[in-house]
């Protein structure tokens, strides 16, 4: 094969989607769209994602990226030990945290550091991984990614990697954008639009739930709250939280769903305690739904002045915001407005020229 080759990490098409898997996805998306507008962008390289051998047919396409299925094995095997193998003497992108021991020069996202904190609710095998994973073999990374500039004070916090070799791609908001929405979702849960509150996320007890629950118990007023995502008992230790009736749990649904739901959403809550960018908040904001976040982590800095704060830490606090919202037509009616204005400061498109230019830096 003429030309460079730079492969990349394709365990994550295995996986189930959440943020880590989307954002590997639309940072291809978004590079594809940015050598389809200029074939010249990374002239003499070529991009190759390898994939485990077992994976289905995947349906996401790419017209500048080749996809090679590889090996014999699956899971953290593949990635361990057949992926140096099939990218040996060639550079290798990682963009869901993890990378294999064994290969150097490659580049690795790491989205956040949460198994260093205090937040690192993940079980004890999978904390121990991503510290190796991180810690006893910094020397194989050319550079490494990150989706904010909180996550990447938080790297150089935790003594994982030097600010000189970090660099911050964030995120982007057109997926949810260019989906059509599926109202059948309101029917298939018995659900009435504009009267609820939306909450996405998997029951990762860092998204707080339990806080948001116990803040519904101290309102007067009866809230719906709908809640779209699942849980990884494999990686998240259970926290046992009784939902009561006024939250419904809708579990795993489509994009198409998802945006309706945003659309016809009262408002959205996301009292997270630790997030390392936090999407869901950007898909609401680019979808003109009021958004109430916690005052942590990178959702300040991602939001801005486009949200209403809560303290994750105190119910009382996070029912306030829930009222404010519930109560206030004007404010949902400004929030509306900043949150559209404040999510076209992301795109996956320019987090993918970003991601580019660092390409042409280390393998050109």
């Known amino acids: 094969m003429s030309g460079k080759v730079i492969y990349i990490n394709g365990r994550f098409l295995t996986q189930t989607i959440t943020g880590v898997q989307r954002y590997a996805i639309e940072i291809l998306k978004g590079i594809d769209k940015v050598i389809d507008k200029n074939p010249d962008y ?19 396409t790419f017209r500048h990226i080749k996809q090679r299925k590889v090996g014999k094995l699956k899971g953290h095997l593949w990635e361990q030990f057949e992926l140096p193998y099939f990218s040996r003497g060639c550079g290798l992108i990682n963009l869901c945290n993890l990378s294999p021991l064994v290969k150097r020069s490659q580049i690795i996202t790491i989205h956040d550091v949460a198994v260093y904190t205090r937040h690192n ?79 996405v996320s998997s029951l990762n007890p860092t998204k707080n739930f339990k806080g948001m629950v116990n803040a519904l118990k101290l309102l007067d007023e009866n809230v719906t709250v709908v809640i779209a995502g699942g849980s990884n008992s494999k990686v998240f230790n259970e926290e046992d939280i009784v939902f009561p009736g006024n939250v419904k749990r809708v579990g795993y649904i489509s994009d198409s769903e998802l945006k309706a739901l945003y659309l016809e959403a009262k408002g959205f809550i996301y009292p997270s305690l630790y997030e390392g960018f936090g999407l869901p908040p950007l898909e609401a ?27 994750p830490y105190d119910p009382k606090d996070i029912a306030r915001t829930i009222k404010l ?40």
């Open 42 to 60: 990374l002239k003499g390289i070529k991009l190759i994602i390898l994939m485990p051998n077992k994976l289905p047919n995947t349906t996401i």
């Open 325 to 364: 919202l519930n109560e206030d037509n004007h404010l949902r009616s400004e929030l509306s407005r900043k949150g559209s204005l404040r999510s076209e400061s992301y795109s996956w498109e320019r987090a993918a020229e970003n991601i580019l230019e660092v390409l042409k830096e280390i393998y050109s």
């Open 285 to 311: 904001m680019s979808l003109g739904c009021p958004v109430i976040v916690s005052n942590a982590a990178s959702l300040p800095e991602v939001c801005k002045d486009a949200a209403v704060y809560c303290n």
């Open 121 to 199: 609710n993940q079980s004890i095998l999978f904390k121990y991984w991503y510290k190796v994973n991180y810690n006893f073999f910094k020397g194989r990374f050319k550079k490494v990614l990150t989706v904010s500039e909180f996550s990447l004070d938080e790297i150089v916090r935790y003594k994982i990697f030097p600010r000189e070799k970090i660099t911050v791609t964030q995120e982007g908001k057109e997926h949810i954008l260019k989906v059509k929405e599926d109202y059948s979702v309101f029917d298939k849960h018995s659900l009435n639009p504009k009267e609820y509150f939306l909450a």
